[in-house]
T-cell receptor, first 114, second 112 residues
Framework: DTAVSQTPKYLVTQMGNDKSIKCEQN?????MYWYKQDSKKFLKIMFS???????INETVPNRFSPKSPDKAHLNLHINSLELGDSAVYFC?????????????FGSGTRLTVV | AQSVTQPDIHITVSEGASLELRCNYS??????LFWYVQSPGQGLQLLLK??????LVQGIKGFEAEFKRSQSSFNLRKPSVHWSDAAEYFC??????????FGAGTILRVKS
């Protein structure tokens, strides 16, 4: 009965590989997000989807591609992984598109690129 | 553009002592303000939020925060800290463009 679940929790992969992180929310929220937390714990938004439609696409390399098959799922695919992609990636959701009610976060996916 | 500043990177308090974590924001309109807590290896949990009305808001785990428009601040307080409060705390402001903007976080250490 987890509200926002991400898989996998840990991901170790080599440079150049392609990987995906999955996110699902069972809260009935309309909006989902991907945030990246770097080694200094700084949280920066990457993408936001509202009801399967992309509404925020920050300055993120084209190697990162989000996909939302329905409003309960938002996956993140990363091509040609680089060392600098190592970080913790958080999925989040909110009821109101503006995030005014705050976000519910998943527990994160720690990606390590070697 | 909206921004959040948490001036203290680390704070250490004794168990049972009071706590105040500072947060200053920059935002062009009435902000929505949030405090989140992140325990090691965990996701972020919402402690409390402010939208409007009473400027002193109560949250979970005995935390409270006060919105001061004149100082553009939203400081987090707790009267008596417990060892389990040791974590990293993030202040956030929104919404603009459907996103929350987070501060850099403050690491709280509790000494016994």
């Amino acid at each position: 009965d987890t509200a926002v679940s991400q898989t996998p929790k840990y991901l170790v992969t080599q440079m150049g590989n392609d990987k995906s992180i999955k996110c699902e929310q069972n809260l009935g929220h309309d909006t989902m997000y991907w945030y990246k937390q770097d080694s200094k714990k700084f949280l920066k938004i990457m993408f936001s989807y509202n009801n399967k439609e992309l509404i925020i696409n920050e300055t993120v390399p084209n190697r990162f591609s989000p996909k939302s098959p329905d409003k309960a799922h938002l996956n993140l695919h990363i091509n040609s992984l680089e060392l600098g992609d190592s970080a913790v990636y958080f999925c989040a959701s909110s009821q109101e598109g503006g995030g005014a009610d705050g976000y519910t976060f998943g527990s994160g996916t720690r990606l390590t690129v070697v | 553009a909206q921004s959040v500043t948490q001036p203290d990177i680390h704070i250490t308090v004794s168990e049972g002592a009071s706590l105040e974590l500072r947060c200053n924001y920059s935002y062009g309109a009435t902000p929505y303000l949030f405090w989140y807590v992140q325990s090691p290896g965990q996701g972020l949990q919402l402690l409390l939020k402010y939208f409007s009305g009473d400027t002193l808001v109560q949250g979970i785990k005995g935390f409270e925060a006060e919105f001061k428009r004149s100082q553009s601040s939203f400081n987090l307080r707790k009267p008596s800290v417990h060892w389990s409060d040791a974590a990293e705390y993030f202040c956030a402001v929104g919404p603009r463009g459907n996103k929350l903007v987070f501060g850099a976080g403050t690491i709280l250490r509790v000494k016994s």
